[in-house]
Every structure is written in C-alpha cells, then in structure tokens.
C-alpha cells in the first residue's frame, strides 16, 4: 500500500517510515502542507486514488493541519488518519467533520497505528467512490433500500446518502451516515457499542469505542438535536424518534 506520511519532524518521520516500510507500506513523506497537496494532486487530478491511506499531523510549518484534510478531502475520498498531540474531544470532532476518517493522539502505540491504518483502508475500500454523497457505502445495515426515513424534521435518503433536518441539507462523513442510517433503521432499539463498530466499523478493535464517541458527538452537533442519539450507559445508543 501506498502511503503518504505527513511529518515536519525529519527525526519522528524517519522512526515512523522504517517501522511502516517493514510492514509493507510503501511511504512517501511530505514536510509540510504545500507538499503533501502536491503529492495529492496528479492522481487526484488524474481520477484516481493517489495513495491507501495518508497520515496527517496537524503541527504543520505553512499551514494548519485542518486546512490541509479540508483541501485533501475535496482532492479525493483517501482515508485520512490525523496524528497530533491533540487530545481534546472538540479538535477530534472538527478533524471528523473536515472528512477525517480517524484521529490518533500523540505519542501513541505503534501497533495501535499499524492497526488504525489498516482498519481504515479495509472500511474505505468498497466506498473508495462514495465521497459521501453517492453510491451504496458499506457497513451501515442496509444502505441500498429506496424509501427514505423519516423521524420527525430529520430525512434519510439511504440510496444517495443526503440527510435534511427540515427541509435543509446537512453534510455528514461518511462514518457518520453510516451510523445514523443504521440507528434511524430501527429507532428505539438499542444497539450495542460492540455491534455498532462490527457493522459501521467492520472491525471488533477496541481501540474503536473512543472513535465511536466522537462520531456521535459529532452527529448531534451536525443535526443540532443532543436529545435525537440517547446513550444508553453501560450498553451502547439508541435513537429517540422526535415528534413529526
């Protein structure tokens, strides 16, 4: 697998690049964000997949992390793994609402990362054509029934992905569709965290429970409705249809 590495520290790149280099990848590293958008670009521009996965660090010398996932997502559907120091849930949720597809705090396990990057490529790449906006997408209990679902001013559309709170269209990622659409399929009923990562995620990685809390976090500030998701303690989520 082609991978792009995004680092600005030549040492901390080096480290990381040996150890992903013998697991098979095939790395390629931009120092900054000018660099990385050009790495992206030709392929991009060409129609296809410039690499299987791209790490990212936010710590970047000429521009903010953010701006480059922004500007990455609008080149191509690639996974994106933010890697920063970051820890704080409100710049994981707005890394997972530019289009980042995971977030990995710093300083992290290595094999926790080996198997982040290989989780996210594996759910990325029977939607590598999605961008989120078309298609079927995988993982989501059911994506390619034609009747839209209806909860309250909240309108699914599974066949094309779009989701509406009265009447106004509201851009989800691709996780956060797929997590909703599974919900929504049956309000009431309590999913189980483990069930919601085997279907959305289609892994059973433990590592997965924070990710899953930050997508919902991210899904009722997105729709601006905390009370539609109800986190069940103990157990996992279920979705409170609102009144009509």
């Known amino acids: 697998m082609r991978l792009l590495l995004v680092e600005d520290d ?10 992903l280099k013998k697991h ?36 970047l010398p000429d521009q903010d992390g953010y701006q480059v996932c922004g500007k990455i997502r609008k080149l191509t559907t690639t996974p994106v793994i933010m890697v920063t120091a970051r820890a704080d849930v409100r710049s994981r949720i707005h890394g997972l609402n530019l289009g980042a597809d995971d977030y990995v705090v710093k300083p992290y396990d290595t094999g926790e990362l080996l198997a982040r990057i290989h989780a996210v490529s594996r759910r990325s ?12 997408g995988g993982g989501n209990g059911g994506t390619d029934e034609a009747a839209p679902l209806r909860l309250g001013a909240v309108t699914i559309e599974l066949p094309t992905r779009r989701v509406t709170v009265a009447g106004a269209e509201v851009q989800l ?36 429970g924070r990710t899953l809390e930050v997508h919902v976090a991210s899904l009722r500030a997105k729709l601006r409705m905390p009370a539609l998701i109800e986190t069940v303690r103990g157990v996992g989520y279920r979705l409170v249809a609102p009144a009509a």
């Not at 030549?10 to 150890?19: C, E, K, R």
């Not at 790449?125 to 079927?136: C, V």
Request: charged residues 20%.
């Open 10 to 19: 030549d040492h901390v790149a080096a480290a990381l690049s040996a150890i």
């Open 24 to 59: 098979g990848f095939d790395v390629t590293h931009a120092r900054n964000g000018e660099e990385a958008l050009q790495a992206v670009l030709p392929a991009a521009n060409a129609g296809r997949a410039p690499f299987g996965v791209v790490l990212l660090d936010l710590g």
């Open 125 to 136: 790449a029977p939607d590598a054509d999605d961008a989120g906006n078309g298609g079927t």
């Open 173 to 208: 990622t691709r996780k956060e569709f797929d997590l909703l659409a599974l919900l929504a399929q049956r309000p009431g009923v309590v999913f189980r965290r483990e069930q919601i990562i085997s279907e959305v995620w289609r892994t059973s990685w433990e590592g997965t």
